[in-house]
């Protein structure tokens, strides 16, 4: 640790050097001479300003001068378009640089980069520009693509079509790949101004009409790994199927309080079950969660791989998940009939929806049935065909209906925003094609989970917040004040307002327009259009609330099985409750969880973007059996060369300016709508409007409709 410390300081006496107003480009010696470098540290120092380029903070010449970033250069990270220019985020900064084609010098979609500003300050309505000047990391050592092959040759045109150029494969690495088939390339080279990049096959996924390789090619793509290591199955095997009695040792026993699991129809990782009984101010909820932490030891292989990962993916056709299904599956989902271990959050919740009092504690379950939402709904509708075995349990789900309702009312109150968008069902024949895409049932059952599941998770946030702990909350920054007053512009346009201060909105206000355009034309894209203008949720060790939920504390508690973060804080709740954290696990936590919280953020975010891309993939699929019919749907978004409209199913398309045959079509920004030169026809947010299905592209993933009289 010293050695660490001494090699951190002497970095940053180079640094400090190097950024002095004084200092003037020098070369190695030069410096080590000024700063009077030992000859035994002479291999340290060279290695240190090596780094200090890698990293992207201190810039050589190429006469071997090292020299300060200035202001103009920046660090960033390249998103590349297919046309060949791109542009580069700088963190910390909210707008993009624009990068011309001529002025990318190779680098592909996602590289770390540096940047020289070239136009700061360019002109209304244009990005500033900038030129790349290194590329400090290369993002793609693997590309999954689309082989074709040529006699002395071949080559593979990316899946992301971001990445620009195709890759230059020579003969000898095409490896048994024919035309047709979806590769994994290594890249060998990354090419520069004058060559392609040049890469080596190394996996061949099938060809691409085969079942199962859309999805699998979007599984390599993103990088997903599925199957786990030896070391992590080894582990895994040591894992007994059932509890002990030493397991239970010191635990709360509630295997004599009825409690339920209610997940969907095809669950089988079931870690969350409910508990709830009448008490004499109101009622005693009990939250219980699968006891993960009790198998996923901290530093072991399967946590290691499980923090790698994340998350589970839910993609149409498989789940990826966090853990061996040995412990999803099994020893650790909360499987009606068996003791289980858990970590359960009791609460006592008055009439009007308030937590009075709450218990944090280690317990030992065993769930009396296994609910689904359907069936949950159907005893809340009072079905009279409610079979003899749930008879025991209307009482209950009654009352868990009524504590749902109090829950939802006082988070309403206070402003929490509830955004309801219709969500993709799509089913998927048995060799994978989509036979119909609908939207996805969401009954009060599932409101009883969500509002249960909330309510837990700000009471175990709030718990630990005050207790100055280390901790991972989860964190919903307040939206950006210009993108919302450009929203407001616009939905004012619709004659619906809502109030902003110059700094800031409360959700109150958004919840209170969501629930004046209830039922609405204009709701589901005025509901979208809110929600793109707001931050993404993250994870973070500083409880800085969560604008959406208009809470103040809040955290991820509930779903181990599932969720790394999850599982990170069961760890430090259970070494809490045992008087375990001292100084050194404090110091320790301190230590790890600003970037466990990164990556958790990173890997769900990339768990995200590899769902987004299966379901739109599925829809491609879907619609190219539909070209030529014609539906009815509501546009969603104007740009300047297309409007895209939205079918009742989900499924989104644009019709292209070009394509509009009746006049010249001119786009208006500010009133989000295209209109006609000479007849004066305008297309805008919100307006219903008849389509018809004219194109798909299996590769850019896209739908191309054109306007239709009405419906044949």
């Not at 624009?98 to 770390?112: F, Q, R």
């Amino acid at each position: 640790m010293k050695i660490m410390e001494q090699r951190e300081s002497r970095k940053n006496i180079i640094l400090n050097l190097i950024n002095d107003k004084k200092y003037k480009p020098m070369k190695q010696k030069e410096i080590a001479f000024l700063l009077q470098v030992p000859s035994e540290e002479r291999d340290e120092f060279r290695d240190i300003l090596t780094e200090l380029v890698n990293e992207g903070k201190v810039l050589l010449t190429k006469r071997g001068k090292y020299k300060s970033v200035t202001d103009i250069i920046k660090t960033g990270e390249f998103s590349g378009h297919q046309k060949g220019f791109g542009f580069v985020s700088v963190e910390g900064e909210d707008e993009d640089y624009y990068i011309p084609e001529s002025l990318v010098k190779g680098a592909l979609h996602g590289d770390t980069v540096m940047i020289k500003v070239t136009e700061e300050s360019p002109g209304l309505g244009r990005r500033k520009e900038a030129e790349i000047i290194r590329i400090i990391e290369h993002a793609n050592k693997e590309v999954v693509g689309y082989f074709q092959k040529r006699k002395n040759f071949g080559f593979v045109i990316p899946d992301n079509h971001k990445l620009g150029e195709d890759i230059y494969i020579p003969k000898h690495k095409c490896k048994d790949a024919m035309t047709g088939h979806k590769v994994v390339v290594r890249i060998i080279s990354y090419g520069d101004d004058k060559h392609k990049a040049e890469g080596e096959i190394i996996e061949v996924l099938g060809h691409v009409n085969d079942p199962g390789t859309d999805i699998l090619s979007i599984v390599r793509a993103f990088g997903l790994p599925v199957e786990f290591p030896k070391e992590v199955m080894d582990q895994v095997a040591g894992i007994p199927d059932n509890l002990s009695e030493d397991d239970m040792k010191g635990r709360l026993d509630l295997r004599k309080v009825p409690m339920v699991t209610i997940d969907g129809e095809t669950a089988k990782d079931l870690d969350d079950a409910v508990s709830l009984e009448r008490i004499k101010d109101g009622f005693r909820l009990g939250v219980h969660i699968a006891d993960v932490s009790h198998y996923v030891k901290e530093g072991s292989p399967l946590d290691k791989e499980a923090l790698s990962r994340g998350t589970s993916v839910y993609l149409a056709d498989r789940v990826i998940p966090m853990l061996p299904h040995k412990l999803s599956n099994g020893i650790c989902s909360l499987n009606a009939g068996e003791d289980r271990l858990a970590l359960s959050c009791i609460m006592d919740i008055d009439d009007y929806g308030k937590v009075t009092c709450h218990k944090i504690c280690e317990t030992v379950i065993c769930v009396d049935r296994r609910m689904t939402y359907d069936k949950v709904y159907d005893i809340l509708s009072d079905g009279n065909d409610i079979e003899d075995e749930y008879t025991d349990y209307v009482e209950m789900f009654h009352d868990m209906h009524k504590v749902s309702e109090l829950i939802r009312c006082r988070r309403r109150e206070r402003g929490s925003i509830d955004f309801d968008f219709p969500e993709a069902e799509i089913m998927l024949s048995e060799d994978g094609k989509p036979v119909n895409i609908g939207v996805r049932d969401r009954n009060p059952a599932h409101k009883i989970i969500e509002d249960f599941m909330l309510i837990a998770n700000e009471t175990i946030a709030e718990d630990y917040y005050w207790q100055e702990i280390p901790f991972e909350f989860r964190v919903h920054e307040k939206p950006d004040s210009e993108k919302f007053n450009r929203l407001k512009n616009i939905i004012e346009k619709f004659g619906y307002y809502f109030k902003t201060s110059k700094e800031s909105i409360h959700p109150k206000e958004v919840q209170k327009l969501l629930d004046k355009i209830e039922g609405v034309e204009e709701e589901n894209f005025i509901s979208r259009m809110i929600l793109r203008s707001m931050q993404q949720a993250r994870y973070s060790t500083e409880c800085s609330g969560h604008f959406g939920l208009a809470a103040r504390y809040y955290c991820h508690f509930t779903s181990p099985i599932r969720r790394y973060p999850d599982l990170q804080i069961h760890r430090i709740i259970k070494e809490n409750l045992h008087g375990r954290l001292t100084e050194n696990r404090i110091e320790h936590y301190n230590k790890i969880l600003t970037s466990v919280a990164e990556l958790n953020s990173k890997m769900e975010r990339r768990a995200e973007e590899a769902e987004r891309e299966v379901e739109k993939l599925k829809k491609v699929q879907y619609m190219t059996k539909h070209i030529g019919e014609v539906y009815e749907g509501i546009i969603s978004g104007v740009t300047g060369y297309g409007v895209y409209v939205e079918l009742p199913n989900t499924v989104e398309g644009m019709v292209r300016m070009a394509s509009i045959p009746d006049d010249y079509y001119i786009y208006d920004e500010d009133n989000m709508l295209v209109f006609g030169k000479n007849i004066g026809n305008t297309y805008q947010l919100g307006q219903k409007v008849y389509v018809r299905v004219v194109m798909t592209d299996r590769k850019l993933l896209t739908i191309d409709f054109e306007f239709a009289d009405g419906l044949d």
